[in-house]
């Protein structure tokens, strides 16, 4: 956003404007002055900072020289304004350029906001990235180079205005954004340069695969998807979310994401086949392999869910026998709840399908055979080559392992609430007749060990697959940022209480869902 702010001033900058007429000037002034107030609205922490005191509220010497150049030159282009003509006309095609850029400035503001909640709560990891001086660094220095882009236009506005107090007042705008530009670059040297790879923070809301849906998009959409689990997976880490997940959440997303990294696998060493680059070929089969042991991880974390049940969400659960007679008649037959899965459930699946697509074509779902695979050419030209694709299968080892890591946390907040019929665990003098009991504390134990191997298995596979794509030439610049969120989590989990925060869910309203999923299927099964 920042580049499309600069490419935009600099077309304006290229553009012959001596003939324009006063009023038009003016109002070309007028769309620059709205560049550099989005540009003061995103400096310093006050923007930012998750939770900020009045200390950080503060800009540093380097915002605040870019500050006050930025006030100043504002100054001195309402000065020129006054002077060109007391209306102002239309801005036409430059004017345009420059709402452009003023808006991609602006939106470099709503992504990183995008990250906070109403009350500036975190709502992904990557928001405490936010918090160290160079991420501001790196912003100052970013914003001093629309400075610099702006000044160029002002020095083309310059340039035919006929009253000598306008071109005086441009003459000092232009000098106060160079000076803005110069203070700003070298007290920024340090600047956290991985931040230009920040994302946007989507909403938690599962946007679903369809047959209609272009293969040529898949990868695109499974990046999103990623990002919708990441954030999915921190306010399960801390319990932020209103739909809370439960023990059967917590199953499928497991089964969904062993079955999604075996198909992830499998794209890999189908497109291995016709590698022409040797180290890259091996690299693909190295990486698929890492992939089906990340797979095998989340079959066995979801394994350990089989003799367990979560009695406020038990979709999923043991075959259980028909009640009898007696029972109906006595009125002690009671409905199994209905319960909405989480998004996080749904979003799983339909990264499933759409690596399905992406492999056998647009039409298939997980509860079809596999089928034959696409052309290799015709999948990598959907994916962009190889180093695309190994990039794109990257981000699912990197939420996979935020989710792991949230995984333990889920089981310790439903641990109240889960029971069993595991023989080895059944308290002695238990009544023969009842067959579910409180969950063993070393059952616990294999659940929450079990994320804890996913997490070690998806490491694997993301370095893995980030070494696949340096070798095809694709440079992975998200990988700085997810590496220092996931440094975040690990080293900062005294944020998390395993006591229950949070009232009981309230009725959400039911959105729509694949029908596997509300009655609990296991992936691969057939009708």
């Known amino acids: 956003m920042f580049d499309v702010a600069v490419a935009r001033l600099e077309e304006v900058a290229q553009t012959p404007l001596a003939s324009v ?3 038009e000037r003016a109002a070309l002034v007028a769309e620059l002055d709205g560049l550099l ?15 900020p005191t ?3 509220r503060k800009l540093t010497p380097a915002e605040q020289n870019l500050d006050d150049c930025l006030g100043d030159a504002r100054a001195s282009l309402g000065t020129a304004s006054r002077y060109l003509s007391p209306q102002k006309g239309e801005p036409g095609p430059a004017g345009e350029r420059i709402a452009v850029a003023a808006r991609a400035v602006g939106a470099v503001r709503d992504t990183i906001s995008s990250h906070l909640g109403p009350d500036r709560a975190p709502l992904t990891p990557y928001a405490y990235l936010l918090r160290h001086q160079k991420a501001f660094d ?5 914003y001093s180079e629309v400075a610099w882009a702006a000044g160029h236009v002002v020095h083309r506005l310059s340039q035919g205005a006929e009253h000598p107090g306008a071109v005086d007042a441009f003459d000092k705008a232009r000098t106060s954004l160079d000076h803005a530009s110069v203070y700003a670059r070298a007290s920024t040297r340090d600047a956290d340069h991985a931040l230009a790879a920040f994302p946007a923070a989507l909403p938690v809301e599962p946007v679903q695969a369809t047959a209609a849906d272009p293969t040529g998009t898949v990868v695109a959409r499974l990046a999103e998807d990623g990002e919708r689990l990441s954030r999915a997976a921190y306010a399960a880490l801390h319990d932020r979310a209103e739909h809370r997940m439960s023990g059967s959440d917590l199953q499928q997303i497991s089964r969904w994401n062993a079955m999604g990294r075996l ?5 890999l060493l189908h497109v291995a086949e016709d590698a022409a680059d040797g180290a890259v070929r091996e690299s693909l089969k190295a990486a698929a392999g890492e ?5 095998r991880a989340w079959k066995a974390a979801a394994g350990a869910w089989q003799r367990v049940v979560d009695t406020g969400d038990p979709r999923e659960r043991p075959q259980l026998p028909p009640p009898g007679y007696a029972q109906v008649r006595q ?3 009671a409905p199994m709840p209905s319960t909405d899965p989480h998004p996080a459930v749904v979003i799983s699946r339909t990264s499933v399908v759409r690596l399905g697509q992406l492999l056998f074509g647009s039409q298939w779902t997980p509860e079809q055979p596999p089928g034959a695979a696409r052309p290799a050419a015709e999948l990598l030209a959907d994916a962009g080559g190889a180093g695309a694709l190994a990039a794109s299968a990257y981000r699912l080892s990197a939420t996979g392992w935020q989710m792991a890591a949230a995984a333990p946390w889920v089981v310790r907040r439903a641990e109240p609430g889960l029971v069993t019929d595991a023989p080895a665990h059944r308290p002695a003098g238990l009544d023969r007749g009842r067959r579910f009991y409180p969950v063993h504390p070393r059952q616990i134990e294999t659940l929450t060990e079990g994320y804890g191997a996913v997490m070690a298995a998806e490491q694997k596979g993301a370095a893995a697959l980030l070494t696949t794509a340096q070798r095809a030439g694709t440079p992975v610049p998200r990988a700085m940022l997810d590496a220092a969120a996931h440094r975040t989590i690990a080293q900062e989990q005294q944020w998390v209480t395993a006591t229950p925060t949070q009232t009981p869910a309230r009725s959400l309203p039911r959105a729509h869902v694949p029908t596997d999923l509300v009655l609990g299927r296991r992936p691969g099964m057939r009708r």
């Open 21 to 23: 007429a006063a009023d």
């Open 37 to 51: 107030q989005q540009v003061q609205k995103g400096l310093g922490p006050r923007a930012y900072t998750p939770v």
């Open 54 to 56: 009045t200390e950080e």
């Open 138 to 142: 790196y912003l100052a220095r970013r």
């Open 263 to 267: 198909l992830a696998g499998r794209v």
């Open 291 to 295: 992939l089906r042991e990340s797979s």
């Open 331 to 333: 009125g002690k037959v």
